[in-house]
């Protein structure tokens, strides 16, 4: 089978778009608009850049309905800032309820059961039930397109990474104890720590055999 994406309705370039790049981590995203008014939700178009500037980027599409830009990306463009709150399996459910499309000046984190801590480096609130946080001011937005199935690109600095404790050892986060979850096509996700493997870099030619 070969598909030429762009000769497809974006619903269904979509799908392929889903089901090719998984299992995708999920950066729950909170922000306040330029009134304090805050704003969560979870985004799977998300990835690490680089370590040094720490750079972390996600892509909020337009809304499929009406093409418009999600309060998420609108919050950011106002204030600059956004915490990136990991997923753990422990209230992926709550995070779920987070998706429905909410008028604007409704907080999901009160709709969804969620509580805030304050941030050290940024006015957004992180989510308290999440183990790890990172702190993000904007770097940089990129658009492309201004119709549905179109998004944008949210690249941000990462000013402080927040780890719960317990999870913390020699400069490293215990995935067992973060118990992330990872988003596949459709409904389904998957447990990251749900059957792992290991498999050592190679470094040289000469290691393989
Ligand atoms: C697990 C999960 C992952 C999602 N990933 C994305 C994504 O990468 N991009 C996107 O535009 N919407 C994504 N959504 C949908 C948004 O969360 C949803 O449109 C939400 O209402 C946006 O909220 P906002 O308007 O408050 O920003 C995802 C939903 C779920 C449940």
């Not at 990991?86 to 509580?115: C, H, K, L, Q």
């Not at 998004?151 to 927040?162: D, E, M």
């Amino acid at each position: 089978m070969e598909i030429k994406p762009d000769t497809l309705a974006w619903k269904d370039a979509y799908k392929l778009l889903i089901g090719s790049v998984l299992p995708r981590p999920i950066a729950f995203v909170s922000t306040l608009n330029e009134d304090g008014e805050a704003n969560l939700a979870p985004f799977s178009f998300f990835t690490g850049i680089c370590a040094d500037p720490m750079l972390v980027c996600f892509a909020p599409m337009l809304r499929g309905t009406d093409g418009s830009k999600k309060d998420t990306l609108s919050n950011i463009e106002q204030t600059k800032e956004f915490v990136i709150n990991v997923v753990s399996e422990e209230f992926v459910e709550r995070m779920n309820n987070t998706a429905i499309e909410y008028p604007s000046d409704v907080d999901e984190f009160e709709a969804a059961g969620f509580e805030k801590e304050p941030s050290v480096s940024v006015r957004p609130p992180r989510v308290k039930e999440s183990k790890v946080h990172l702190e993000c001011s904007l770097h940089e937005v990129l658009h492309f397109g201004d119709e549905p199935g179109a998004g944008s690109l949210v690249i941000g600095k990462v000013n402080r990474v927040n780890i719960r404790d317990e999870l913390y050892a020699d400069g490293r986060i215990d995935t067992e104890k973060l118990n992330p979850i990872g988003r596949l096509a459709g409904p389904s996700y998957t447990k990251a720590i749900a059957e792992t493997f290991t498999l050592e870099r190679k470094k040289r030619p000469g290691e393989l055999k």
